[in-house]
């Protein structure tokens, strides 16, 4: 038996990896069970070192817009993007660097963002 690493792929978007130890018979009904396209590899290795997880998770979600003011508020096309973890060298400051004038501002659009601001950030 070989361990196998089977990349599926459906509609050309959403891909999937399944790494089994299987014979090359119960490979070939498994793969004949799988929808859209696939690959299958051998598999040498897997997993690695196990590394720790950071004491705190720094989330952080930002708003992303086009400012426009009227009478005194800001409107205009905006959206916003979530960072799951900030690596903890960095900070809010660097994000606004990074993202001021190069983001659009919308799904739909693409006009660039010239504000940045943390979600529930009420300064």
């Given at each position: 038996?070989?361990?196998?690493?089977?990349?599926?792929?459906?509609?050309?978007?959403?891909?999937?990896?399944?790494?089994?130890?299987c014979?090359?018979?119960?490979?070939?009904?498994?793969?004949?069970?799988?929808?859209?396209?696939?690959?299958?590899?051998?598999?040498?290795?897997?997993?690695g070192?196990?590394?720790?997880?950071?004491?705190?998770?720094?989330?952080?979600?930002?708003?992303?817009?086009?400012?426009?003011?009227?009478?005194?508020?800001?409107?205009?096309?905006?959206?916003?993007?979530?960072?799951?973890?900030?690596?903890?060298?960095?900070?809010?400051?660097?994000?606004?660097?990074?993202?001021?004038?190069?983001?659009?501002?919308?799904?739909?659009?693409?006009?660039?963002?010239?504000?940045?601001?943390?979600?529930?950030?009420?300064?």
């Open positions: 038996m070989a361990l196998n690493r089977i990349t599926q792929t459906i509609n050309g978007k959403k891909q999937n990896t399944l790494v089994l130890e014979s090359a018979a119960d490979l070939s009904a498994l793969t004949a069970l799988l929808e859209g396209a696939f690959a299958v590899s051998e598999s040498y290795a897997t997993g070192t196990v590394a720790s997880a950071p004491d705190k998770f720094n989330r952080q979600t930002y708003k992303v817009l086009k400012s426009n003011k009227v009478h005194g508020r800001e409107t205009g096309v905006s959206t916003q993007f979530t960072i799951t973890h900030l690596n903890p060298a960095k900070d809010s400051s660097d994000v606004f660097s990074a993202v001021a004038g190069v983001f659009d501002c919308s799904y739909t659009s693409s006009v660039k963002c010239d504000v940045v601001s943390l979600k529930y950030d009420r300064r």
